[in-house]
């Protein structure tokens, strides 16, 4: 081990930071689960979604996710804002997942075909949420 990595583990954090990353990551974990196992419920159940396409929708966007992740992870990485390596995604990028929560179970039909938008809707979802994760 080098001694860079030595002293980082030797820094203890503070009671006060250990909580305030408990308590967001604890926020941010029962938000994005309560979606994610509601939302199967509600696409089959409520909306009338069989439950063929809601899996087969659910599938193809996880794939979309599985690229996308770390394209938008090694950005991160690669830039740092005017606030900081990863703050400034953090202040900003959280208000396009809570503007996108309401969509994601309205049951309003504006095209025709109302499974092309309910499945662009929950596309959105996860690609908004990994901005602020």
Do not use: E
């Not at 969509?103 to 309003?108: E, I, K, Q, T, V």
């Amino acid at each position: 081990m080098n001694n860079a990595a030595t002293a980082s583990a030797d820094v203890k954090l503070p009671w006060r930071q250990k909580f305030g990353w408990a308590t967001g990551d604890f926020a941010q974990n029962l938000i994005y689960t309560t979606i994610s196992t509601y939302l199967l419920f509600f696409y089959t159940n409520v909306y009338g979604l069989p439950a063929a396409d809601a899996a087969t929708m659910f599938l193809i966007v996880r794939l979309i996710d599985a690229i996308n992740d770390p394209i938008v992870g090694t950005f991160i990485d690669k830039h740092t804002t005017r606030f900081g390596k990863y703050r400034g995604y953090l202040l900003y990028m959280g208000l396009p997942p809570g503007g996108n929560g309401h969509p994601l179970f309205s049951r309003a039909k504006p095209w025709p075909n109302g499974q092309a938008y309910l499945r662009l809707r929950y596309l959105r979802w996860p690609v908004r949420y990994l901005h602020d994760g």
